[in-house]
């Protein structure tokens, strides 16, 4: 997909609040996501994020019919008058990024009638509760990042902490999509078994060692066929676009169950995602080379190596994790930064990820969400979760305040939010994905 009009960063918006140079949404942007209005019984609704509001698609083409016309524009809004994005994402690139221009065209501030027609389309974004953006019938995350994977080893086997598939094949295992929830819901922390090195047995109760990780996820659209495959020359056309993930985890209960089948409780009892599905088409100005391998690792095998992903598979995408403490928050103090990371890091791009998932002929369907596992960078201040970051609690982090913490505790809220930046780009946003931990259930 060449640039087109919609990235052009003088391009502003009549909705003003889009056009502030710090908003995560400016007309550039145009996230697609799913709300309802607070108060209101109404079924969820689909919008595209614009400034500081909502802009309501299907009350934008009962409002203005003729700003959304043409084959493939008029499909794509028929597919969002529906309480989640999975038809919109199954037609695949063309009608979303024709619906997307369309949009930017409506909101152009150079349009002299659009506000007067279209006004009545926007709500605060203060009125509306954000909803996951899918249906959400699969889920599967991965373990993309070599440096969280090496950092993890190390912990768990020191003396064998890169296991010797890792450079050949994109580790992942299926996850549980009932437990995925949009930002700003409380995650009550796990009850478990535990069993710690010196332990003679394992323990019930709540998880000692609650974690976060922070990830991106690929929104599968257009689908596979049960038994086809996904070269990755067309794996590109089946994402619809991206948002983050907090894949939240027990450690101790990992540790304990993890072997031989691999993440089971310790990963399923709640994972957050941010509201808004960025486009691949608003990601374009941020495409990167793929990891580029060191000196001595395999190339990939064949099926996942082309020209075109290892100079244009990766995003620039700058994630940030940020706590707060119930303390800090009754101080008024704001989430504070404790890393900040580069999905460039990763060492597998999302197509190969996807290309991956489907060699064997398995059918990934529109709305599934595939994570690509912990973003961590080669540098301390890079690591994705607490984990790494305390080294398994042995390095706790201090807070605002003096307050230290080896894993989560209740009351802390997380917060990962990221952005996209680069020379003659707008830059974007992605928004949050929020929650605080609540205490376990009492028993
Ligand atoms: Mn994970």
Redesign the pocket.
């Known amino acids: 997909v060449p640039l087109d009009a919609t990235h052009h960063p003088d391009r502003q918006s009549w909705v003003t609040s889009a056009n502030a140079l710090e908003s995560e949404f400016p007309i550039q942007n145009l996230p697609f996501g799913v709300f309802r209005r607070l108060g209101s019984a109404e079924s969820p609704r689909v919008g595209v994020a614009i400034g500081e509001c909502v802009f309501d698609i299907a009350v934008a083409a009962r409002l203005a019919p003729q700003r959304f016309t043409g084959e493939a524009v008029g499909t794509a809004v028929a597919a969002c008058a529906h309480d989640a994005l999975n038809a919109l994402m199954a037609l695949g690139r063309e009608p979303a990024r024709k619906l997307r221009a369309a949009i930017a065209d409506a909101l152009d501030a150079s349009d002299a009638d659009a506000e007067g027609e279209l006004a009545a389309a926007l709500v605060p974004m203060t009125d509306v509760k954000l909803l996951l953006p899918a249906h959400i019938g699969d889920y599967t ?3 993309a990042s070599v440096y969280h994977a090496t950092n993890v080893g190390s912990m768990f086997r020191p003396d064998n902490a890169l296991l010797p598939n890792y450079k050949y094949v994109p580790i992942g295992y299926h ?1 549980r999509a009932s437990s995925m929830v949009p930002t700003d819901t409380p995650v009550q922390r796990p009850v478990g078994q535990r069993k710690g090195p010196n332990d003679l047995e394992p323990t019930v109760g709540p998880s000692r060692s609650l974690d976060y ?1 922070c ?1 991106v996820g690929v929104f599968i659209g257009r689908g596979n066929t049960l038994g086809d495959t996904i070269p990755l020359t067309d794996a590109e056309q089946h994402m619809f676009g991206l948002c983050l ?1 907090n ?1 939240w ?1 027990a450690r101790d209960v990992q540790a304990w169950e993890y072997q031989p089948l691999g ?1 089971f409780l310790a ?1 399923n009892f709640a994972t957050t995602l941010s509201p808004w599905v960025v486009t691949m088409d608003a990601l374009e100005p941020f495409r990167a080379p793929a990891f580029s391998r060191p000196d001595g690792d395999p190339a990939p095998l064949p099926y996942l190596s082309t020209p075109e992903n290892e100079a244009r598979g990766g995003v620039n995408i700058t994630l940030e994790v940020r706590l707060q403490s119930s303390a800090m928050r009754a101080r008024g103090e704001p989430p504070e930064p404790v890393s900040r990371t580069s999905f460039t890091h990763m060492y597998w791009t999302l197509a190969q990820l996807v290309t991956h998932h489907a060699m064997g002929g398995c059918n990934l369907r529109a709305g599934d969400l595939l ?4 973003v961590s960078g080669p540098t301390k201040g890079e690591r994705g ?1 607490m984990l790494e970051l305390t080294w398994r609690g042995a390095e706790p982090l201090t807070l605002p305040g003096g307050e230290t913490r080896a894993f989560l505790e209740d009351g802390d809220v997380v917060e990962l939010a990221a952005w996209c930046e680069a020379p003659g780009a707008r830059r974007i946003g992605f928004g949050t994905a929020r929650g605080v931990v609540l205490a376990a259930a009492s028993s």
Not at 371 to 374: E, F, H, N
């Open positions: 995350d991965f373990y996850g990780e990830e993930v894949d985890s993440p990963k994570a690509s596992g912990t979760c």
